[in-house]
């Protein structure tokens, strides 16, 4: 029996379950969650290239950034760099995606897989630096100072040159060519490009050696290639004001606003002109400043106009909150100035008017104070 038993154990088959195949070398060390977790994906992957390509994967990514929807246009954007993971247009829709989300550690982790995928070779092809701005644009807006300047120079030199075989192959292909590359580069992202070059002047190295006349410079740029530029002719108008030019400066300033604040106030009860709008107003940061810059220009009622439709597209800024306060206060302050100065009594009208005021600065200013608090008790360490 013993013998028979020896036999037996000599015939058993050996257990693999500690030796991997070839397949499975990738799951090492991995729980048996974790194991299941990376076959789906692997299948989903699998399933995804063999029923998409990725230029329709990036159609649809494009589709939902249009829509605003960066959540899904992020899903689509991932599986096209599962596919393809070196692909430069998903990688630049990836990074425009983080940073419309405000994911900024993702954002810097692209940025440093862009600067890595620039410097090797992928599949035999080294891939080329000279083609895609937006790349070059995105990396410039999550740098800092000298390096952003790099990114953004070398993203107008790909721009130009962009623009320059466009322009050759329009002129060879005739009109029709031109509605078929309706998407290409225009001038007015050379003039986008510019401005953002001029802000870094205004702010991060705005105590550089000719840092004033350098921004002057990329601002009049902006204004060549594009002159009705909303964004360029306010960066002149706060570079004007810098310079203590305030008149000239309110003029440009209200030559910007005048671009799209009057057709946007006409459209607010309008949902066939929103696409429009979308592609006109400036940025809700560029909005902020020209908020800003209205109410140092004295230019209150309309500073109003700028903050309320701020708030209707995003109540959640505290910096709004309280600019609308503060302007409320100071067209109190004006008014009384202005009756103090006439050496008048103060009419009835006036003192509901004034009431009005203070009511409408200290309910804004409350509610800013209201939401720092709540910022706050979300992340004590969040610094407001």
């Not at 960066?235 to 309110?250: C, H, I, K, V, W």
């Not at 220009?297 to 800024?317: F, N, Q």
């Amino acid at each position: 029996m013993g013998g028979q038993a020896k036999g037996k154990q000599k015939n058993k088959p050996k257990r693999k379950e500690n030796r991997p195949t070839r397949g499975d070398a990738g799951f090492v060390g991995l729980s048996p969650q974790d194991r299941v977790k990376l076959r789906m994906h692997e299948k989903a992957k699998k399933k995804t290239a063999e029923k998409y390509t990725v230029q329709q994967l990036l159609e649809k990514t494009e589709e939902c950034m249009d829509g605003f929807d960066f959540d899904m246009a992020g899903l689509f954007c991932q599986r096209a760099l599962d596919v393809e993971p070196t692909n430069l247009q998903a990688l630049d829709m990836l990074g425009h995606i983080c940073s419309e989300q405000g994911d900024t550690t993702k954002a810097k982790g692209i940025s440093f897989l862009v600067k890595v995928l620039h410097s090797l070779s992928v599949h035999g092809m080294e891939l080329s630096p000279d083609v895609g701005h937006s790349k070059y644009m995105y990396l410039g807006q999550i740098h800092t100072g000298q390096e952003a300047v790099d990114y953004y120079t070398r993203g107008i030199q790909v721009l130009l040159s962009a623009l320059d075989k466009q322009a050759q192959t329009t002129a060879q292909a005739g009109a029709a060519a031109q509605a078929e590359d309706a998407d290409l580069p225009t001038v007015k992202d050379v003039s986008v490009a510019y401005c953002s070059l001029a802000e870094i002047y205004l702010t991060d190295l705005c105590m550089e050696e000719g840092a004033a006349d350098k921004c002057k410079d990329f601002i009049e740029k902006a204004l060549q290639y594009h002159h009705d530029n909303p964004e360029a002719l306010q960066l002149m108008a706060s570079y004007l004001f810098s310079t203590e030019r305030n008149q000239e400066g309110r003029e440009y300033l209200l030559k910007s606003v005048g671009l799209w604040l009057p057709a946007q106030k006409e459209s607010v009860a309008s949902s066939s002109a929103e696409g429009w709008m979308q592609s006109e107003v400036p940025p809700y940061e560029s909005r902020i400043t020209t908020a800003k810059l209205l109410i140092e220009s004295e230019d209150y009622e309309m500073a109003v106009d700028v903050l309320e439709g701020l708030l209707e597209e995003d109540d959640e800024v505290v910096q709004v909150w309280y600019l609308s306060g503060w302007v409320c206060y100071l067209q109190l302050e004006k008014a009384k100035e202005q009756q103090d100065r006439e050496g008048r009594e103060v009419t009835q009208e006036e003192t509901e008017e004034w009431k009005a005021l203070k009511e409408a600065a200290r309910s804004y200013l409350t509610k800013a104070k209201k939401r720092i608090g709540q910022k706050m008790a979300n992340n004590p360490y969040r610094t407001i």
